[in-house]
């Protein structure tokens, strides 16, 4: 097998997803160190770079890379044949999934020039997007979904390490118009929403935690060179 790359597990425990770089993902039973199906995409090279699960298992997304192009492939737990897949427009970075599986996000990016980042919404029966967003010069490194699937949480940044400041989006999954973003003072690299959509915090390579409320895109608080 390859290097693991993501790991994500069920909110009531009992199943496990991973995605490696043999072009697999494997989906564990939690009594079992022996996985209950895989899917393999070893004859097209594709490496899994992320994966979600819902909160019972139910259902599995996973984000593939392939040089410049990637892909979104949508799985039920009974089985390695997938529901739906979907190529999508540069290298998919992120992925998260609301609690019951009726929402999938995802954010991809090219790895040349223009750098375009695009964020995907989709829904559960179809492979066609509800939306996408996306940024020219600016890179998606992770994207988060509130337990209902209400609210969606992505963060822009320019292409490379330490290279100019990230932008947080906060969307409605009504529309891709963003209720509101913010300029951090740095490159941002994670966010993460809680589970009713309240509050959103992200993380920068300068040290930097925000916490936001979601009606605001005034931090709650910002802490800046921990440690």
Same mark, same amino acid.
């Given at each position: %097998? ?6 994500? $597990?069920?909110?009531?425990g ?6 490696? +770089?043999?072009? =697999?993902?494997?989906?564990? %039973?939690k009594?079992?160190?022996?996985? !209950? ?11 899994? *770079?992320?994966?979600?699960? *819902?909160?019972? %298992?139910?259902y ?7 040089n ?6 949508f ?9 739906? =897949?979907?190529?999508t ?10 609690a ?17 980042g695009? !964020?995907?919404l ?14 020219n ?9 509130s337990?209902? %699937? ?11 390490e ?5 932008? $947080?989006?906060?969307?409605?999954? +009504?529309? *891709? ?13 994670s ?10 915090? @992200?993380?920068s ?12 895109? @005034? ?6 060179? !921990?440690?």
């Amino acid at each position: %097998g390859g290097d693991i790359n993501a790991v994500a $597990i069920s909110a009531d425990g009992e199943y496990i997803v991973s995605g490696s +770089d043999d072009n =697999k993902v494997y989906f564990f %039973g939690k009594n079992s160190s022996t996985s !209950l199906w895989s899917h393999d995409k070893s004859n097209v090279g594709y490496d899994v *770079s992320s994966v979600a699960i *819902s909160a019972t %298992g139910e259902y599995v997304a996973a984000g593939y890379v392939n040089n410049a192009a990637g892909s979104v492939y949508f799985f039920n737990r009974t089985g390695s044949s997938y529901e739906w =897949k979907t190529t999508t427009q540069g290298n998919i970075n992120s992925i998260a999934i609301s609690a019951d599986g009726e929402y999938i996000v995802a954010g991809s990016s090219y790895t040349d020039s223009p750098y375009t980042g695009r !964020l995907y919404l989709f829904g559960k029966d179809s492979s066609t997007p509800i939306w996408t967003y996306s940024i020219n010069s600016k890179q998606i490194p992770s994207v988060s979904i509130s337990a209902d %699937g209400q609210y969606i949480v992505a963060v822009y940044a320019p292409h490379g390490e330490n290279s100019g400041a990230g932008i $947080i989006y906060v969307f409605s999954k +009504d529309s *891709s118009t963003p209720l509101w973003s913010y300029t951090a003072q740095s490159q941002v690299k994670s966010v993460a929403i809680s589970a009713d959509g309240e509050y959103i915090v @992200t993380s920068s390579y300068q040290s930097e935690i925000h916490l936001h409320n979601k009606n605001s895109s @005034t931090p709650v608080w910002t802490s800046i060179d !921990l440690g």
